[in-house]
């Protein structure tokens, strides 16, 4: 049974940091593309960063490029999501989710993950 718990989450004045954590079970980080994506209130789930398998390869959504950073820690089965310089529109649940199969892309399109967390709310004012 595959289960991920996103951390971290909380309330920051713009400008401010925050670092999320993904903690996995039943789940082997560092095997396939994990991601965060986020929602926004009436807003569609967006992604905002990705890591592949290997963890050099990443991408991020063009409005948190030079802001945010993924990592993933394989000794630990988690991944981290270091999110600097918060601007009020960076507000949102962000999730943490996994892909199922190593052949489904790595992309930052919510389509190709199977595993999601419940999520955890960040609000920048």
């Known amino acids: 049974h595959v289960q991920l718990v996103e951390s971290g989450g909380g309330s920051v004045q713009a400008g401010g940091s925050l670092t999320l954590s993904c903690a996995a079970s039943g789940y082997t980080i560092g095997r396939n593309c994990v991601g965060w994506f986020r929602q926004a209130a009436g807003k569609a789930r967006e992604g905002v960063a990705i890591?592949?398998?290997?963890?050099?390869?990443?991408a991020y959504a063009d409005s948190v490029k030079g802001r945010f950073t993924i990592s993933q820690d394989k000794a630990k089965n988690m991944v981290h999501l270091q999110m600097n310089s918060l601007k009020p529109e960076d507000t949102g649940m962000y999730y943490c989710?996994?892909?199922?199969?190593?052949?489904?892309?790595?992309?930052?399109?919510?389509?190709?993950?199977?595993?999601w967390g419940k999520g955890t709310q960040v609000t920048v004012s």
């Open positions: 989710a996994a892909n199922k199969y190593p052949s489904f892309p790595c992309t930052l399109e919510p389509t190709w993950k199977d595993y």
């Open positions: 890591i592949g398998s290997g963890g050099d390869d990443t």
